[in-house]
Nanobody, 121 residues
Framework: QVQLVESGGGLVQPGGSLRLSCEAS????????MGWFRQAPGKEREFVAT??????STDYGDFVKGRFTISRDNALVALQMNSLKSEDTAVYFC????????????????WGQGTQVTVSS
């Protein structure tokens, strides 16, 4: 079992930055591929980023365009978000799975409760 708890969400102005954190616990965590997804009101959940077991392999959703960076260190997985736009407003979820490089929800087995990110002036 892996337990995931997100933090770091909040209200930020367009062009600002936020750093989301995901604290993981569970004996298999270091074997897991980690990902971030987001869900905006009225929309389906969307892939944001993923990072491999060792942290050396990353992939991002097409909309990211160099603005976000995913990283991991021991029990923490972070998502640094810069140049935020109003369309980045969503609940952001941390997830753990086994499939390297996956952008697909169903490949992630464990999920956190999510943290709200609101980008607004």
């Amino acid at each position: 079992q892996v337990q995931l708890v997100e933090s770091g969400g909040g209200l930020v102005q367009p062009g600002g930055s936020l750093r989301l954190s995901c604290e993981a616990s569970g004996r298999t965590f270091r074997s897991n591929v980690m990902g971030w997804f987001r869900q905006a009101p009225g929309k389906e959940r969307e892939f944001v980023a993923t990072i491999g077991r060792s942290g050396g392999s990353t992939d991002y959703g097409d909309f990211v365009k160099g603005r976000f960076t995913i990283s991991r260190d021991n029990a923490l997985v972070a998502l640094q978000m810069n140049s935020l736009k109003s369309e980045d407003t969503a609940v952001y979820f941390c997830a753990a799975g086994w499939t390297p490089g996956s952008r697909t929800e169903r490949d992630y087995i464990y999920w956190g409760q999510g943290t709200q990110v609101t980008v607004s002036s």
